[in-house]
């Protein structure tokens, strides 16, 4: 995904900030053991695992682009939100 060409040209990471950044991603994650199981959650079915995947984490937030999973707005108490929502309430906490 980081080598998507629209990355590299918005972005222009080097291999050494790539390879930092996914370093960072794999310390800091919580990794779920795939306990859960959604469907017909959202819209598209591909999306369902997200919704899985934070419900076994307990997390808060789901951040995210895609309207399947946005257009939800929040499911048990997660809330769903853009990447510039999140921030935001990131910032005011």
Request: aromatic share 10%; proline share 4%; with cysteine.
């Given at each position: 995904?980081?080598?998507?060409?629209?990355?590299?040209k918005?972005?222009?990471p080097s291999e050494?900030?790539?390879?930092?950044?996914?370093?960072l991603?794999?310390?800091?994650a919580?990794?779920?053991?795939?306990?859960y199981?959604a469907?017909g959650?959202?819209?598209d079915?591909?999306?369902d695992?997200?919704?899985?995947?934070a419900?076994?984490?307990?997390?808060?937030?789901?951040?995210?682009r895609d309207?399947?999973?946005?257009?939800?707005?929040h499911?048990?108490?997660?809330?769903?939100?853009?990447?510039?929502?999140?921030?935001?309430?990131v910032?005011?906490?």
């Open positions: 995904m980081l080598h998507y060409p629209h990355i590299i918005r972005f222009t050494d900030d790539i390879n930092e950044f996914i370093g991603i794999v310390e800091k919580l990794i779920t053991e795939g306990l199981s469907e959650i959202t819209e079915p591909a999306d695992m997200f919704i899985a995947c419900l076994e984490a307990e997390t808060d937030y789901i951040v995210a309207p399947h999973l946005r257009n939800l707005e499911f048990h108490g997660i809330q769903i939100v853009d990447v510039t929502t999140f921030i935001k309430k910032k005011e906490k």
